[in-house]
């Protein structure tokens, strides 16, 4: 069936560049999002890419995508301690029922 | 601006109470869906809808039930509710042509 992993923790300084990692197995896929959920709040779309893209930018964010490998990550550039939260990554297929990870929690620590 | 509501951000019921969760959406979108978040678990799919008085199950819908009388109101019960059923209760839509959702605040639930 399908199935998208994460690694459960990333730890980083302030200021330094965290790189989430995502593998997926759906090779229908044709949208793969970022959501980001801050302590007590529900999700919040954060990015998407294309799966006839390969990297997408958008100010202190990169999502690259490596579609032979299903393997998709999400680059934050400069971290800031407003950036700690669970990151969850999601491939979105043939239905309307996107499958998420379990999601990474990113702590940033001065 | 796009929104997604639910009518608590925290609940405290005891075993065996009924227990309603609601989310209106203000997108007119055709999809709903509620979820349960544990911690270690991500989300996990309760019940879903496409359409008004539509619904399918999910992969977690045992104890669950839903009710859509209304395009933007999908609400969760639980008929009976037990100590397993504490968790934290996201409800989400997206437009009938893309899987991109958009979530609610999230429900908070602490069964005792």
């Not at chain 2, 999809?31 to 270690?40: A, L, V």
């Not at chain 2, 669950?64 to 009976?80: A, G, N, P």
Request: charged share 25%; net charge negative.
């Amino acid at each position: 069936g399908e199935d998208v992993e994460q690694s459960l923790f990333l730890s980083v300084r302030e200021g330094d560049s965290s790189v989430i990692n995502c593998t997926y197995t759906d090779s229908s896929s044709t949208y793969l999002y970022w959501y980001k959920q801050e302590p007590g709040a529900g999700l919040q779309l954060l990015t998407y890419i294309f799966s006839n893209m390969d990297m997408k930018q958008d100010q202190r964010l990169t999502v690259l995508l490596n579609k032979k490998d299903k393997h998709l990550s999400l680059r934050i550039a400069d971290t800031q301690t407003g950036d700690s939260a669970i990151y969850f990554c999601a491939e979105g297929g043939g239905s309307y029922i996107p499958t998420f990870g379990r999601g990474t929690s990113l702590i940033v620590h001065p | 601006d796009v929104k997604v509501t639910q009518s608590s951000r925290y609940l405290v019921k005891r075993t065996g109470e009924k227990v309603f969760l609601e989310c209106v959406q203000d997108m007119d979108h055709e999809n709903m869906f509620w979820y349960r978040q544990d911690p270690g678990l991500g989300l996990r799919l309760i019940y879903f809808s496409y359409d008004v008085k539509m619904k399918e199950k999910g992969d977690i819908p045992e104890g669950y039930s839903v009710s859509r009388e209304k395009k933007e109101r999908f609400s969760l019960i639980l008929e009976s509710a037990s100590t397993n059923q504490t968790s934290m209760y996201l409800c989400a839509s997206s437009p009938g042509n893309r899987n991109e959702q958009f979530f609610g605040p999230g429900t908070r639930l602490t069964v005792l």
